[in-house]
């Protein structure tokens, strides 16, 4: 059987994560879309007909049964994976990234790319030699986000008005984090992506409120609500890290080619991880018509794979594309869009009005390690 090695830099919760998503790539397949859903060709990951090395580099050896390697540089000449996931926190992407300079095989990179503070050029000039790049920006293997994207290129549907909202509870999360960026990403991504001609977003005003919600200081941006231009389209949007309750939603207004309303809305990981769904309607003579409908909050999952149905599904095409450069079933945020991503976020950073910060631990805190997979996420 063939093989493909795959070098996780980092260990903690993220790699974790795509080492289980790595490891049941060769045992049973996912369920698969749904008659409404992506289809045949849409974002399934069946067992891959390859053998699939994994080893890691991290600061300290946490996993006994994979080979570690203490030093990057010993990892890439020893190891030679044909497929570098980058995983470790948020504040260290660009350090792991420029480390790569010279590698030419396939890099997989948690978000966001960077931190405002960082060199994004020399990040950028450290990966040209890259057989291929891709953000996990995992919210584009959604079903309902693979169906939407789908439905509006396909009937030409031209966004008119756009709103997001992106947030989870992370107060007193023990994981360092860049702050609230690392989860706008997310819906701003997926918002971009219904633009007809690929035109991208272009901030008008932003405000966000600081906090000390993690260990990573007592000022760091956790909330921030903002608006957009895309093209013509009309695009505002909230995101947070102290959502009492996880929310995820999108909700879009289209005209059709004959000037006709278009309406959708997208909830995401509710209640659960990966528990989605989708409704594109339009109303005539007073009367609603339901256009499309996907639903996967009742889908089976199978033991193993809560919380990284949509995780295998980039991984899998990622391992596929290191392998024989076979073409991703959902479209990678490639080098140029991850990128002008993070450029977006370092403006909404860079420009927010802010007010706080806001002491949620004012005499100090107890930092107690998470193991509740869906407040993580």
């Known amino acids: 059987m063939n093989t493909v090695k795959v070098l996780i830099a980092g260990m903690g919760y993220a790699g974790t994560r795509f080492l289980t998503a790595l490891r049941t790539l060769s045992g049973p397949g996912e369920p698969g879309p749904g008659p409404t859903g992506p289809g045949p060709s849409g974002p399934s990951s069946g067992p891959l007909d390859l053998n699939i090395e994994v080893a890691y580099h991290a600061r300290h050896r946490t996993i006994e049964d994979i080979p570690y390697f203490a030093s990057l540089t010993e990892a890439l000449d020893t190891f030679s994976p044909d497929l570098v996931i980058v995983a470790v926190t948020d504040s260290a992407h660009a350090e792991i990234l420029t480390r790569l300079k010279g590698y030419r095989g396939f890099v997989l990179a948690e978000k966001p790319l960077t931190s405002l503070h960082d060199d994004l050029e020399a990040v950028t000039s450290a990966l040209t030699e890259v057989s291929g790049f891709a953000m996990d920006l995992v919210g584009r293997y959604s079903e309902a986000s693979v169906a939407l994207h789908r439905y509006v290129h396909h009937n030409r549907l031209a966004l008119v008005r756009a709103h997001a909202t992106w947030g989870k509870n992370r107060i007193n999360d023990h994981r360092p984090t860049v702050g609230v960026t690392s989860e706008v990403i997310h819906s701003l991504d997926l918002v971009q992506r219904l633009s007809l001609d690929g035109s991208r977003l ?81 109303t005539a003579d007073g009367r609603e018509e339901t256009l499309l409908t996907v639903d996967t909050r009742h889908d089976p999952v199978p033991e193993g794979f809560d919380t990284i149905v949509g995780l295998r599904r980039i991984t899998a095409d990622a391992v596929r594309y290191a392998y024989d450069r076979q073409r991703p079933a959902v479209e990678f945020a490639d080098l140029a869009e991850s990128v002008r991503l993070q450029r977006l976020l370092n403006e909404i950073e860079l420009e927010a009005r802010l007010t706080g910060p806001a002491a949620y631990f004012p005499d100090g805190r107890q930092i107690t390690p998470e193991t509740n997979l869906e407040r993580l996420g």
């Open 202 to 282: 272009q901030l008008r005003h932003a405000v966000g409120v600081s906090s000390d919600y993690s260990i990573s200081g007592r000022d760091v941006l956790d909330s921030v609500a903002l608006t957009a231009q895309l093209g013509d389209a009309v695009v505002s949007a909230y995101s947070s890290f102290v959502n009492v309750t996880r929310q995820r939603t999108i909700d879009c207004v289209f005209r059709d080619p004959d000037g006709g309303l278009v309406y959708a809305a997208a909830e995401y990981s509710n209640p659960t991880w990966d528990a989605d769904q989708l409704r594109i309607w339009r």
